[in-house]
């Protein structure tokens, strides 16, 4: 008992150091960045499309192509990155598209996301100046059209993915639930049944990060997560979305979603081949039952509001497309899939994080445990794969680093969990 209370203060210490160490940086570096560049930001129009254009549109068969015959590759794409949805999934087959095509990506500076949560701003792109001409923005950030309209071009396709709002706020809760402090409180052995038992007893909506707990897809969309879910607002803000977003998938039906994708951006079907990336190990938490599961949803009532409203209109995607079409072309994706893992993966199986052997696959892991799966390239991969292989294994972080993001932050964080063992 006493141990086991020792071992509760020594991780709220650590979580107190880590947190004014990161606070303190933070401000640091928002002091040095900013003020400079949002000071008389002019005005300039954003070029139609900076685009290396494809030589050719490519042809498809007239007969089952909704394209009329020939499309040409949308190469201005912006994705906007939930949490917990699987988007580094969708962000590697992004930056594999973009190094293919020598497109110009808007990334962050000095660390993997848009200084989220506050609003996505223009200025927070590396090296952004006024007018300069950026086909894909994919990385973390709280949306915020207004901003995103001055900085891609007008002909962008915009895409996001959602996912159960139960699931979500269980993958959530487990993910960021150390760096919530309205948790630390919580003394329960299962803090998240006990969290659901009673939320409003360990909520507050002003709590620091609290919005990780409540409604986070709404809030990762630039909403007001705290809104009474029958507020008209929600409902303006999902048409809103509506009309900004032609696409949205849903994490549980991910292979039917890309293809959707490839069919709205006019790639090929090599273009959304992927391994799952950044998986947990199942085990870790136990799944929840059907009552916390009833009650997760209601907790998260606008996410669910979101989810239902983005589930029916994937559906008329879907028929719209044509459902044995999708069938199809699912299957291909697969197949494709399972060669490729058949190619590139020893074991043919991700594995845990001690059983990778090379660093540059070894993935991010959530504070406190190593439960992401990841990798390891096979040996004697042949010269016409090896380098797809790589490329759809590596990690979203080592790939950042690779595409020129110099994430100092990020990794000055990993050091500091290291030391602490944390
Ligand atoms: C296109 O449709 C024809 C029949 O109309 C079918 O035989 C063919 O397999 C389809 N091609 C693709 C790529 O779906
Ligand atoms: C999603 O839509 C499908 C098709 O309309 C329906 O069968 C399913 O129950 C819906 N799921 C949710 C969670 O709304």
Redesign the pocket.
């Known amino acids: 008992m006493l141990m086991k209370q020792g071992k509760q203060w020594k991780s709220i210490c650590k979580g107190l150091i880590l947190g004014t160490l990161l606070t303190s940086c933070m401000i640091l570096l928002y002091s040095y960045v900013t003020p400079a560049v949002r000071l008389n930001m002019q005005e300039v129009p954003v070029p139609y499309s900076c685009a290396y254009r494809p030589a050719r549109a490519r042809s498809l068969p007239a007969s089952n192509s909704s394209h009329g015959g020939a499309c040409t590759p949308k190469v201005d794409v912006m994705f906007m990155k939930t949490h917990k949805t699987a988007s580094s999934t969708i962000l590697n087959i992004l930056f594999r598209f973009g190094e293919k095509h020598r497109l110009k990506f808007a990334f962050p500076e000095s660390r993997n996301d848009f200084f989220y949560p506050s609003l996505f701003q223009r200025t927070q792109v590396k090296d952004y100046r006024p007018g300069m001409c950026f086909n894909i923005i994919c990385n973390h950030m709280r949306f915020n059209e207004p901003e995103i309209r001055k900085l891609l071009p007008s002909d962008t396709v915009y895409f996001s993915i959602l996912r159960?709002p139960a699931d979500l706020f269980e993958s959530s809760f487990h993910y960021f639930g150390s760096v919530v402090p309205l948790t630390w409180k919580i003394s329960a052995e299962d803090k998240i049944t006990e969290f659901l038992r009673d939320p409003w007893h360990y909520y507050d909506p002003e709590g620091f990060n609290s919005f990780y707990l409540k409604n986070l897809l709404f809030f990762d969309f630039g909403y007001d997560n705290n809104l009474n879910p029958d507020d008209p607002r929600v409902d303006e803000s999902i048409q809103a979305m509506e009309k900004r977003f032609p696409l949205i998938m849903l994490l549980e039906h991910v292979d039917e979603s890309l293809i959707l994708l490839k069919e709205a951006l006019c790639w090929e079907m090599e273009d959304v081949l992927y391994f799952k990336l950044n998986a947990r190990k199942d085990p870790v938490v136990s799944r929840l039952t059907p009552e916390l599961r009833s009650q997760a949803t209601d907790w998260n009532m606008i996410d669910w509001k979101l989810?239902?409203h983005f589930?029916?209109t994937?559906?008329?995607k879907v028929e719209a497309y044509g459902r044995e079409r999708m069938a199809r072309d699912v299957e291909e994706l697969q197949r494709r899939n399972a060669e490729m893992a058949a190619v590139c993966i020893e074991g043919g199986q991700p594995v845990e994080a001690g059983r990778i052997q090379e660093s540059a696959m070894q993935p991010w892991q959530p504070i406190g445990e190593k439960s992401i799966l990841g990798y390891n390239l096979k040996k004697n991969i042949d010269k016409k794969h090896r380098k797809l292989c790589r490329k759809m294994l590596t990690p979203e972080i080592q790939y950042l680093t690779e595409l020129g993001v110099n994430l100092w932050i990020t990794k000055l964080w990993a050091h500091i969990r290291e030391i602490l063992n944390w």
């Open positions: 159960h989810y239902h589930n029916a994937f559906w008329r």
